[in-house]
């Protein structure tokens, strides 16, 4: 399975992006992860195959997985952003049912892009 992540760019304080992540093939639980230079790769959210959602707390009532991941399609509308959201967002995906907050769970990764936040 590949995953294909679009969506990036830079964006002031406050401001609005969307992330999208394609996979090539069926996955059951889909994950947004972000790594800031020097940091360790964090979770941001994650989508079950029957539609659940779930999110970081850093994150949680600005960020959202809208819609569901059948179409092994998923995105992340990201509101409020701030500096400390700059990194780059990965899409990961599992064969497992079951959602994970742990990169180590994941069995497939797309190249990530560039989320830029300015003051």
């Known amino acids: 399975v590949q995953l294909q992540a679009s969506g990036g760019g830079l964006v002031q304080a406050g401001g609005s992006l969307r992330l999208s992540c394609a996979a090539s093939?069926?996955?059951?639980?889909m994950g947004w992860f972000r790594q800031a230079p020097g940091k360790e790769r964090d979770f941001v959210s994650a989508?079950?195959?029957?539609?659940?959602?779930y999110y970081a707390h850093s994150v949680k009532g600005r960020f959202t997985v809208p819609g569901d991941n059948a179409n092994n399609m998923m995105s992340l509308q990201m509101n409020s952003l701030k500096p400390e959201d700059t990194a780059v967002y990965y899409c990961?995906?599992?064969?497992?049912?079951?959602?994970?907050?742990?990169?180590?769970?994941?069995?497939?990764w797309g190249q990530g892009t560039q989320v830029t936040v300015s003051s």
């Open positions: 989508i079950s195959w029957s539609g659940s959602t």
């Open positions: 093939g069926r996955t059951f639980t």
């Open positions: 990961a995906a599992r064969r497992a049912r079951g959602t994970s907050d742990r990169p180590s769970d994941y069995d497939y």
